[in-house]
C-alpha cells in the first residue's frame, strides 16, 4: 500500500501544535508553539487569550511543519485535527483552519477526540504496540481507563467523577505558591520530600469501582495548609508535594492494576501530561514488573499535548474510513465512548 502522510493539528488547549506523519508511526516533523509564559502570569489557561494565540501562530505552525519535512500540502493525504474534548474557542480555531486547508487543498479530512490521540502517542514512540491493550490516559482535562479493543474501538472503563489528576497537581501547585503548570513544579519539589510525612486520603470509591476522584484530595491539602497557617506552624512545601504525589499515585496505580485483574490483560500504556511524572513511572514500572506486565510510557513530549500524536491517531480513524466532512463541529465535552 502506498504510504499515507497525514498533518495532524492540535488546538484543544495551550499548545499550538503541527505535525506529519507516515502510516500512523513515523513522525516527520512537529512544530509546537506553546503558550505556557503567557498563561503563566494568570495561574492557569485564560481560554480567549489561548483562541487569540492559536489563531496568530498556527499558520506559522503548519507551514514550519511542511517546511521542515521538505513537503507541501499537495503531498500530503489527510488533515486530522482535534475537534474535542478541549476548549470550546481554541478548538475551533483548529477545526476551522483545517477544514479550510483540506476544502482548499481537496485533502481528506478526519476529527481527532483528544483522548484517542493521547493513546495515540504511544504507537509513535513504540512501533510493535498493537490493540488490545489497556491505557491510563491522565491529563490536565482527564482521568480514564480505557480497553483499546482495536485502533478505533476504545471503550472507557474508568473516570474522574470530578478532578483530573493533572488538575489536582494544578490547584495543589497553585496554593503551594508554584507556577503554572503545576505538576513538573510538584514532581521536581517532591524529590526533596517525605511522601509519607502526611497522611492525605486515597479515595479509591466502592469496591472494585474504576472511577476515580481528586476533589477531596485536594480540599484535604488545603484544609492542611489552611490549619498549619491557623496554627502559626511553618510547612515544608516538598513535604506537601511528596506527600499529595504519593497520594494520586497510590490510586492510579491501584486502579489499572484491578483493571488489569478484571480484564486479564497484561499490556499497559501510559498517556497524557501526568504520564511524564517520574515518580508515576517509577511506581507503575515496579508494579508491571511485579506483576508481568508489558508497560509502554511515552517520552514526556509526547505525553503533554502535541500534533504527532493527533496524526497518529488519524491516521488509523483513516484506516477505519472515519472520515469526517466540512460539517464537523467543535464538541468541548466530548464523550469518548
Ligand atoms: O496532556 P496535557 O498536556 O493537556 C491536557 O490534555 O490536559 O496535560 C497537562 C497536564 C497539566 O495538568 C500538567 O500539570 C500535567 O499534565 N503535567 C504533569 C507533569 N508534566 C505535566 N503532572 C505531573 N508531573 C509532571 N511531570
Ligand atoms: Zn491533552
Known amino acids: 500500500m502506498k504510504d499515507k502522510l497525514i498533518l495532524g493539528i492540535e ?19 512537529e512544530v509546537t508553539s506553546t503558550q505556557i509564559d503567557i498563561h503563566r502570569i494568570y495561574g492557569g489557561v ?42 470550546v474557542g481554541a478548538l475551533l480555531v483548529g477545526l476551522s483552519y483545517a477544514k479550510a486547508l483540506a476544502y482548499a487543498s481537496k485533502k481528506t479530512l478526519i476529527g481527532v477526540h483528544h483522548i484517542k490521540g493521547h493513546i495515540a502517542a504511544n504507537y509513535l ?3 510493535t504496540l498493537e490493540p488490545p491493550f489497556l491505557g491510563l490516559v491522565v491529563s490536565g482535562g482527564h482521568t480514564n481507563i480505557v480497553h483499546v479493543r482495536d485502533y478505533c474501538d476504545i471503550v472507557t472503563l474508568g473516570k474522574t467523577i470530578d478532578d483530573a489528576a493533572g488538575e489536582a497537581y494544578d490547584k495543589v501547585a497553585r496554593v503551594l505558591g508554584f507556577p503554572y503548570p503545576g505538576g513538573p513544579e510538584i514532581d521536581a519539589h517532591a524529590k526533596n520530600g517525605r511522601g509519607d510525612e502526611i497522611a492525605f486520603p ?40 511528596a506527600s499529595f504525589q504519593e497520594a494520586v499515585i497510590d490510586v492510579l496505580v491501584a486502579k489499572i492494576q484491578l483493571a488489569a485483574k478484571k480484564t486479564r ?73
Open 11 to 29: 488546538t484543544s488547549c495551550d499548545e499550538t501544535s503541527a505535525a506529519i506523519v507516515k502510516n500512523g508511526r513515523t513522525l516527520l516533523s
Open 125 to 127: 514512540q513504540y512501533p
Open 46 to 87: 485564560v481560554p480567549e487569550i489561548a483562541s487569540r494565540n492559536h489563531l496568530q501562530m498556527l499558520p506559522y505552525v503548519v507551514a514550519e511543519a511542511l517546511e521542515k519535512a521538505d513537503l507541501t500540502i499537495d503531498d500530503i493525504d489527510a488533515v486530522g485535527v482535534t475537534y474535542g474534548p478541549g476548549l
Open 202 to 241: 486515597r479515595v479509591m470509591l466502592e469496591h472494585e469501582s474504576l472511577d476515580f476522584s481528586f476533589s477531596g484530595l485536594k480540599s484535604a491539602v488545603l484544609n492542611y495548609l489552611n490549619s498549619m497557617d491557623m496554627k502559626n506552624i511553618e510547612v515544608n512545601p516538598d513535604d506537601v508535594s
Open 265 to 337: 490483560i497484561k499490556t499497559i500504556a501510559l498517556s497524557g501530561g501526568v504520564a511524564a511524572n517520574s515518580r508515576l513511572k517509577e511506581r507503575m514500572t515496579e508494579m508491571a514488573q511485579d506483576n508481568g506486565y508489558m508497560l509502554y510510557i511515552p517520552q514526556p513530549k509526547y505525553c503533554t499535548d502535541n500534533a504527532s500524536m493527533i496524526a497518529s491517531c488519524a491516521y488509523y480513524e483513516l484506516m477505519c474510513g472515519n472520515i469526517a466532512d466540512i460539517y464537523l463541529n467543535a464538541v468541548a465535552n466530548l464523550p469518548l465512548g
